[in-house]
Structures are given as structure tokens and as C-alpha cells.
């Protein structure tokens, strides 16, 4: 017999820089495992499944991300009243946004949607410690002005083989990037932070694993000369092998937003 389901999607925040990223690993602590030990003891009896929008990298943030929770059997009884337990029991660095009912027809991975990235950095000197958990400090003198016009060559679409991690045969390479830009941080500022920073933004409907750390990356190798704008545009030819090797420090990445259509 078909089990009743109802479908809900919640959206969250959280500091990423102790996790190990969103999907659940033994013996780790991850934004799914924190998020399911949570709802067991919310939900006690009651049995559910999630599933995430995003599977961010360990130290990767989120400004506003989601998943999808189903619960079995039986609705939830009160939304409200359930974000507000569902909050007092997560961690602090961990929380609720909304929570809405969807219908059965959503599926939060195929659904059409857009994400907004930003990574955080600055550069020439080092930051204070309590920076650490949201922006990248790179040490030498960069290039701002070559890195704001290779950000540009990454808009539109191309094919990103050479910014993927551990691709397979059925991996689609080429993506469609709306946005990309670097602008003064004006965004996520603290007190703490040095005086000058700057944000990376980049959106689009869907991105390839460490992409935007791997495309951060070789904007850091532009900005210090150790690559050119041509460089930048042979890379996204589907004819050239050339795979970026540099990761940039995942503490600096944060999910902005998760837009659904």
C-alpha cells in the first residue's frame, strides 16, 4: 500500500565553517546530518525523508539555501509552530528561514531554478582571525582589473571541463552562467573585516562540482600574472585540455540564494 506523503520546502541558513559540507558522512559533522538529527527529535515518531537543493563543499556557507522535507502519513500540524521548535533545537550556526507546503509535482533537484554565489576575498594583507570562517585573504598584490575582466568572460555559455572536479561520462559540461562579476564587498561586512573587500559574484541555473572555487581560482592565477585573458578564454574551448588545479579556499564561497521557478 502507497504510503500518504506531504511535501514541504524549507529554506535555510548556515555557517559552514566547522561542517563538512551538506551531505551526511560517518562520523562528520554535516549541515543533512545536523538538519536529520534535528527533525527526529522535532518529529519524533513520525517518519520523513529530505532532500537538499545544493550540495555545498565543507566550509562553503549559505545565506539562503533549501531542501525538501517529506513526511509520511501525516501533514505537520502547525508550519509556524513547527519553524519555531525546528529553530530552538538546531545549532546555532544553523537556521530556519520559511518553511511552505508544495505540492507533489515539486522536485527540489529537478525543478527549473537559479543560484546566486558569492566568494568573499581580499588580498595584500592579512585579515584578522575572526575573518576567517567568510572570506579568503590572498597575501601577494593581485591584478583587481584583470580579475574583474576575466570575470566577465565566464558570462554566458560555455563548456566548463576544465573547471570540474572528477567529471563522469554522463557529467554535462557545458553551463550557462548569467552573471559574473567582482565588485567592492559591500554585502557581509563586519567590523572585523579589513577595510577593502571584495565579492565574486556568480549565478546561474546550476554549477559543476568545485566550479566556482576552480573558476575563483583562476581568477587568483590572473590576478598575479601567473595567467592571461587568453588563457581565460582558451579554457572554456571544449577542444582545449587544460584543467584548472587551483581550488580557492572554500571559507570564501557562500550560497547566496536558491530562486525557484
Known amino acids: 500500500m502507497n504510503k500518504q506523503k506531504y511535501f514541504y520546502l524549507i529554506k535555510i541558513q548556515y555557517l559552514g565553517f566547522r561542517l563538512h559540507g551538506w551531505q551526511k558522512q560517518p562520523g562528520l559533522k554535516t549541515v543533512e546530518g545536523l538538519i536529520k538529527k534535528t527533525l527526529r527529535f522535532v518529529l519524533g515518531e513520525l517518519q520523513f525523508k529530505i532532500l537538499g537543493s545544493s550540495r555545498t563543499d565543507a566550509m562553503v556557507s549559505a545565506h539562503e539555501s533549501a531542501f525538501e522535507l517529506f513526511t509520511y502519513h501525516e501533514p505537520l500540524e502547525n508550519l509556524a509552530d513547527f519553524l519555531v521548535l525546528f529553530n530552538r533545537n538546531l545549532p546555532p550556526d544553523v537556521r530556519a528561514l520559511s518553511i511552505k507546503e508544495v505540492g507533489p509535482d515539486f522536485n527540489i533537484i529537478q525543478h527549473p531554478k537559479r543560484k546566486e554565489y558569492l566568494y568573499l576575498f581580499s588580498f595584500g594583507k592579512k585579515s584578522h582571525p575572526f575573518a576567517a570562517p567568510l572570506l579568503a585573504t590572498f597575501l601577494e598584490k593581485l ?119
Open 143 to 261: 591584478d583587481l582589473d584583470a580579475m574583474k575582466n576575466g570575470a566577465r568572460l565566464f558570462e554566458g555559455t560555455h563548456s566548463f571541463h576544465n573547471y570540474c572536479t572528477k567529471p563522469t561520462e554522463h557529467t554535462i559540461l557545458e553551463r550557462e552562467i548569467n552573471t559574473c562579476e567582482i565588485v567592492l564587498n559591500t554585502e557581509i561586512t563586519a567590523s572585523f573585516f579589513p577595510e577593502r573587500s571584495y565579492l565574486l559574484r556568480i549565478s546561474g541555473s546550476g554549477f559543476l562540482r568545485n566550479q566556482i572555487r576552480l573558476m575563483m581560482g583562476a581568477l587568483v592565477l590572473l590576478g598575479r600574472d601567473d595567467l592571461s585573458l587568453d588563457d581565460i578564454k582558451s579554457s572554456l574551448d571544449p577542444a582545449i585540455q587544460m584543467p584548472m588545479s587551483f581550488i580557492a579556499p572554500g571559507s570564501g564561497l557562500i550560497l547566496n540564494k536558491v530562486d525557484f521557478d
